[in-house]
Structure formats: C-alpha cells, structure tokens
C-alpha cells in the first residue's frame, strides 16, 4: 500500500508482552517509502539489546522494498496503546471470539 506524500502517514502501535524482555513497543509510522521505527522495552536494559539487532531489523525492511529507513531505541517509553476495549470499539471493526481484532469491509 503505497501512501501519497501529500497524505497522512500510517502510524501502528505493536505491542507485545514477551517473557525475557519485558513488554516490547514498536512504534512504526509509515509514507510511501519511508519509514520510522521507534522501539522500546519495559525493562531499560532490554531496548539496548534490541538495538543490536538493528541491521538485522533495516536488512528485513530493505528487502521489504523500504528505501528510507529510520529507527529509534530509546528508554523513555513508547506512547501508551489505545484503549481496545470493547465499548471503545468503532464499527465496522468488531472483535472476534479470540481476542484478535479484525475490520469488516
């Protein structure tokens, strides 16, 4: 999906609750061929040892066809999720029965 330039990005929220690094937020904001990743993880010392995957990180994205790539690693916290509950829920988008979220079109 390409975004024009003109457009507003794409911007995701990535959350994921691992056992040995904590909570893990990727921030990822998204416009034609470039993009942003701001990483981060509940336990300080932990967004350090993801940034020593970083070239491993930009290698995917590249052959992803995305040719402007910036990444950010950093111990102040990524913005907090979006309350998904299901009184928040906008329609058309309705959870399913396990706990994944998807968008009727």
Do not use: C, W
């Not at 040719?67 to 309705?94: F, W």
Request: cysteine-free; proline content about 4%.
């Amino acid at each position: 999906m390409k975004i024009k330039k003109d457009e507003e990005p794409l911007k995701v929220l990535v959350s994921l609750n691992t056992k040995h690094l904590g909570t893990v937020n990727a921030y990822v904001e998204m416009q034609e061929d470039v993009l942003h990743v701001q990483m981060s993880s509940s336990i300080d010392e932990e967004t350090g040892y993801l940034e020593g995957f970083d070239r491993d990180l930009r290698k995917v994205l590249d052959d992803l066809g995305f040719s402007d790539i910036t990444t950010t690693y950093s111990e102040t916290k990524v913005k907090a999720p979006i309350d998904v509950s299901e009184e928040t829920i906008p329609s058309p988008i309705q959870q399913n029965g396990k706990g994944h979220f998807e968008q009727r079109i």
